[in-house]
């Protein structure tokens, strides 16, 4: 049976209070976003509330997990702040996988011969 790490030894590290390096608008959002994948919730609803399209959202929250600040997302419920670390460690197995599936895409489309393309003729 493999071994799966599901805690970790943080002792000794000093973490920096992360919400004095949010910008406004970053701590608007991440006030709104509910903890636990259950209480999840749509981007279009965080956007709704914050005046903002869901592209602004969506790079607002990347702005804050490149932070270091814990907000994960699912297809479906939309986003949520990690309740716990399973919920981390679930999150993190999810994005790997997807990493990897878009690592295989992009190796395919960087093979496709130069010939395969349709020329215009015009």
Do not use: C
Request: glycine content about 6%.
């Amino acid at each position: 049976m493999d071994f799966m790490q599901t805690s970790f030894n943080f002792n000794g590290l000093k973490f920096p209070n992360q919400q004095t390096t949010l910008t406004k608008q970053e701590k608007k959002l991440y006030d709104l976003i509910p903890v636990g994948k259950k209480s999840a919730v749509q981007g279009s609803y965080l956007a709704k509330i914050l005046n903002v399209d869901t592209r602004t959202i969506i790079d607002r929250v990347n702005k804050l997990r490149l932070k270091s600040i814990g907000i994960g997302s699912t297809t479906t419920d939309g986003y949520y702040r990690f309740k716990n670390q399973q919920e981390h460690f679930e999150f993190i197995r999810r994005l790997r996988a997807e990493y990897f599936r878009r690592g295989k895409v992009l190796q395919a489309m960087e093979n496709i011969p130069v010939e395969n393309f349709i020329q215009d003729k015009n």
